[in-house]
């Protein structure tokens, strides 16, 4: 299964002669470059001249594709964007043509070919890839006022004839096109997104899709994915006399068709041998109950190491997984071959499972109206479970019944809950003519929860000590497991350090204790710290202090006064409770009014209260996954800022 290509970064590319102005430019480069550019606000780095694709499908299924980008520098940031970047499969197609140009204000023209272009692994996580990208940078050159262009030609044979055409990303574009070439006969469809009805431009079997003069994408916190927000058009093509069909050269009607499709590569190498039966067994022979089974195969199956080679992707294998037993000798295997041997093992002990086809990372990239197998990056499960078993992550099938969803590659996600960035995605459920696209589950708040106490003793000259508790549950946990794994000790304790620098000015760390109880997916801290001068001495007489002593976790956000896009909330729930002794020879004299706030986003609260010679402070947040409209920006806003204030407001104490 695919992945998002990476980000590619540190290229070592051989310098490149300059030429004469306009030596081997070719005229649309010149024309674009000379193209006026509107204004447009500082943080726009750059601007896409023209972005053209040209697909010349053959009789015979072979698709030959001629790319044209050029791109304007507006500032030195902009630089980066002077790359050019075609991937390509090495069994199922190749780079035929690659060169580019860039074009200074001054007139000079630097070149770029064959011995600047650098070819590499599309990603490096990867032991052996098919999939390649080929490269050139010349963001080393570029600058403002600097004009960047190139040309390529490439080939391949796609398992089937469907392509995604983007009209831009975050940057503006002032001319955009998709070309599709097809033989005498055949026909296309299409569904445009995120923007009016684009209609295709037909002569013969030729179709054009065009936009010009696309504003920039402006990037804003918690705003939807940009395949949410950039239009994009998706085509289906066919000779007329077959129409929709799932074969080399066609493509699919319906949902229903993916499934079977998808099947016929999953179902091949679903059976349990002879040393994957005997492994399930022993792995549940102590467990107790259906859910305890699923938990002991699940729990070895993530733990697994990851490593992908896809070989044959172009005959489909990069959606097939390898067999279960050749999985299990290896002790290793990417998304698709986890979830297959889980889904072996299960069936050895007669638990009946299904492969997930999902797209990890953006859960509003899958789209109902257009059924194919090209939307998905990653391969997930779904586990026929009885109705003794409760879990959020639990949906009802039509017709299979009810399914536990669960991401077998995830090592930080146990049982019963599922990643953030897989909640609330449409997925297909692999099962033949009982396939389906079904909405994966939102988790409620309650089931990613932070939950915190911590005990202070302030001095009557304002130092402290503090000890801090925090238990986690849910994708709350997972984010504190990961960071746990990921990181060196010492790299841990300073991400502590500075997490509690954002609360208190020069914390001493004396004791940091984390412990991942991944079993039952929970995440504990304890902590020890000090600070010399935590609350500040007024007039000799007056102790003020805030007694929300650490941030929380996440940032608070919404901060700007208007907004273009939609606000898109995670589901999560934070709970604190600060003990303070009190000083002594020190009273309080007046602490913050209680908040109280209830949307139909979240709810936040909080409150004071003075016993046995402490302030006890206490302050909860449940926020509810949702996508608040750009109309009631305000009102999200407004919840946010009083927070904010809520948190920062002092506690005054005054001396006896």
């Given amino acids: ?38 204004t447009y606000d500082r943080d726009v780095h750059a601007v896409v001249l023209r972005l053209e694709q040209t697909v010349a499908v053959s009789e015979d299924g072979k698709v030959t594709t001629s790319t044209a980008f050029a791109i304007r520098i507006l500032t030195h940031e902009g630089r980066r ?58 963001s080393d050159d570029a600058d403002a006022g600097t004009v960047f262009g190139y040309e390529c030609t490439s080939e391949e044979r796609p398992l089937f004839g469907q392509d995604i055409w983007s009209f831009q990303n975050r940057l503006p574009v002032l001319f955009s096109r998709y070309n599709l070439a097809l033989p005498n006969g055949w026909r296309a469809s299409s569904v445009t997104f995120n923007h009016s009805k684009v209609e295709p431009h037909v002569t013969g079997s030729n179709y054009t899709w065009e936009l010009s003069e696309l504003p920039p994408i402006k990037l804003e916190p918690a705003s939807p994915p940009m395949s949410s927000l950039a239009p994009f058009v998706a085509v289906s093509y066919y000779p007329a006399d077959s129409g929709p069909t799932p074969t080399i050269g066609g493509s699919f009607e319906n949902w229903q068709q993916v499934s079977r499709w998808a099947s016929g590569l999953h179902d091949a190498v679903a059976n349990p041998e002879e040393t994957v039966t005997a492994k399930a067994r022993a792995l549940t022979a102590d467990a107790k109950g259906e859910l305890e089974q699923i938990r002991a195969i699940a729990r070895f199956v993530q733990n697994l190491q990851y490593i992908s080679i896809d070989i044959g992707v172009g005959k489909g294998n990069g959606m097939k997984p390898h067999p279960p037993a050749q999985v299990l000798a290896k002790l290793y295997g990417d998304c698709k071959d ?15 499972a299904y492969p997930v086809i999902i797209y990890s990372g953006d859960a509003t990239r899958v789209r109902e109206e257009w059924a194919s197998p090209g939307w998905f990056n990653h391969c997930i499960i779904a586990v026929k479970v009885s109705d003794e078993i409760t879990a959020p992550t639990i949906l009802q099938h039509p017709t299979l019944g009810r399914l536990l969803i669960f991401d ?4 930080n996600t146990p049982v019963g809950d599922l990643p953030h960035q897989e909640q609330g995605s449409l997925a297909l459920i692999i099962a033949g003519d009982a396939g389906a696209l079904m909405r994966m589950p939102t988790m409620p708040p309650d089931s990613s929860q932070l939950l915190r106490e911590a005990d202070v003793v302030l001095t009557p000259w304002g130092a402290m ?5 925090e238990r986690s549950i849910g994708q709350s946990a997972v984010n504190e497991r990961r960071a746990f794994r990921s990181l060196s000790a010492p790299e841990y304790r300073g991400m502590i350090e500075e997490w509690l620098t954002r609360g208190v000015t020069a914390p001493k760390l004396s004791k940091l204790e984390p412990k991942d109880e991944n079993s039952d997916g929970r995440f504990s801290l304890d902590l020890e710290f000090s600070a010399g001068d935590y609350g500040q001495i007024m007039q000799d007489r ?20 208007t907004r273009k896009y939609p606000v898109v909330l995670e589901s999560q729930a934070f709970s604190e409770t600060v003990r303070v002794k009190l000083p002594s020879g020190f009273e309080v004299d007046e602490v913050p009014d209680a908040v109280k706030l209830d949307t139909e986003f979240g709810t936040y609260k909080t409150s004071y209260e003075v016993k046995n010679g402490e302030l006890v402070f206490t ?3 449940a926020q509810r996954a949702s996508t608040i409209p ?12 009083r927070i904010r204030a809520a948190e920062q407001a002092p506690v005054v104490l005054m001396r006896k």
Avoid: H
Wanted: charged share 25%; with cysteine; net charge positive.
């Fill in 338 to 352: 986890k979830a297959n041997l889980m889904r072996a093992m299960l069936k050895a002990i007669n638990i009946t």
């Fill in 408 to 411: 077998a590659t995830d090592p």
């Fill in 542 to 561: 007056l102790l003020v202090f805030r007694p929300a002593i650490v941030s929380r976790r996440d940032s608070l956000f919404l901060t700007d006064a």
């Fill in 465 to 469: 000590t503090a000890t801090l508790k």
């Fill in 1 to 38: 299964m695919r992945k998002i290509l990476p980000v590619l970064a540190c290229l070592l590319l051989t310098a490149a002669t300059a030429t004469a102005a306009g030596d081997n430019v070719p005229a649309w480069l010149t024309k674009a470059a000379a193209a006026p550019v509107p």
């Fill in 630 to 641: 750009v109309e009631r920006y305000q009102a999200v806003r407004s919840f946010y800022e």
């Fill in 619 to 621: 302050r909860a947040l």
């Fill in 81 to 138: 964007f002077a790359v050019a970047l075609e991937p390509y499969l090495t069994k199922a197609g190749k780079i035929r043509e690659m060169r580019a140009w860039l074009l200074r204000a001054n007139g000079s023209v630097k070149k770029f070919g064959n011995a600047e272009t650098v070819d590499q692994i599309s990603d490096p996580n990867d032991v052996y890839d098919e999939y390649r990208v080929k490269v050139i940078d010349a």
